[in-house]
């Protein structure tokens, strides 16, 4: 029994495997995929934007942090909305949201309609991590669940790597407004794949109410549950180290590095490299270590990872030939272990609330982006400066996280 008062073994029925289950890992990750892909496609194009606008770094940089305030805020109302309406008509809608909100990037002709819309995609695009999270704890269960969220992991992994060098591309041929184009092509192309090939997975008798007292109580309820919280909370301190590198990579790349437009790849192909050997890693574990032991391994790695990069950014100031290499290396090891990490986590927590996973996806999620949001918006203004100062802010977010990891586990243990 879990935090609901349900049996979460109710809904193992009987899960899609062959090729129907891998058409819809596809589209669960494409789903997945748009966030980050709206968050990295534009990244090489920031300085343009800038002298276009005629505005500094820090306008520029509120593009991304209200962006992800509206992602994180709206997945609040995306979970519940899906437990009570399904998660097709839901994401459908939300998707033609997010494609309108698009174009009105791309005609922006002044960095206030840039930023109202990026606030809009925000607002739209934070359905497709909620209801993709929901959708896989949905079809699959068990050991099942956690290699599927593994593999939805690995085709996710493409994105922060594919995101700036294709928006370094489309910047240095067409322009900075064709990244926006773009997206809007990839959203479309959602549309029509989750139309024709996504069932729906909340059946009408397992809805739940929609009505503004019952999701508040869910919520009150689900933010006072101490191992549900702190699971969320380490997942997002864990993304956050990370993130904190992915919004300064301009200024690393850029300023730091003395690189281009078009050398992103330099820095996202090594940590899409990390993603998909941690993805690649909890699959093999799947059904042979505890989800809690998985979690502990991939820990362990993140830990060896940032000991490894406060020692480089302190004794081995990077230079323009070398410095890429130096600096991404142990950002590729963190990404291996919070890939091999995440996917226990996730699983784990939804399992809390196995009738309201909509509403337990959306939390987490909003949670995420909350701390992500704060990474990009307070501590890269703080911290870009210096790639040591970028290094202990990475290791004062997974210290946290690890002794939140650590007290979870030994409530959990206590209860059993």
Known sequence: MNASGEDPSRDAGDAPSGRRAAVLILVIAGLLMLAPFTVDAYLPSFHAIAGEFGVGQAAIQQ???????????MMLFYGPASDSFGRKRVILLALLAYALMTIFA????????????RIGQGLAAGAGVVIGRALVRDLFAGADAQRVMANVMLIFAAA????????????????????????????????????RLLPETVAPEARQSFAARFVFKSYARALSHPRYMQLIVVFALLFGGMFLYVAAAPVILIDHLGQSETDFWKFFVPLVAGLILGSRLTRWLAGRLSMTATMALGLALTGLAVIYNLIQAWAQPPDVTHGVWLTVTPITLYVMGMATTMPALNITALDYWPAQRGLASALQGATQMAFAGLVSGVMVAWLADSLVALAVGMACLYATALGLWLFWRRSADAKA
């Open 106 to 117: 791309a005609l922006s002709q002044s960095i206030g309609q840039l930023i109202a819309a």
């Open 63 to 73: 593009t991304l942090s209200l962006y992800l305030l509206g992602f994180g805020s």
């Open 160 to 195: 922060p790597a594919a995101a700036p060098i294709i928006g370094g591309w489309l910047h240095e041929w067409f322009g900075w407004r064709s990244v926006f184009w773009f997206l809007l092509g990839f959203s479309l192309l959602l549309v029509i794949a989750i139309w």
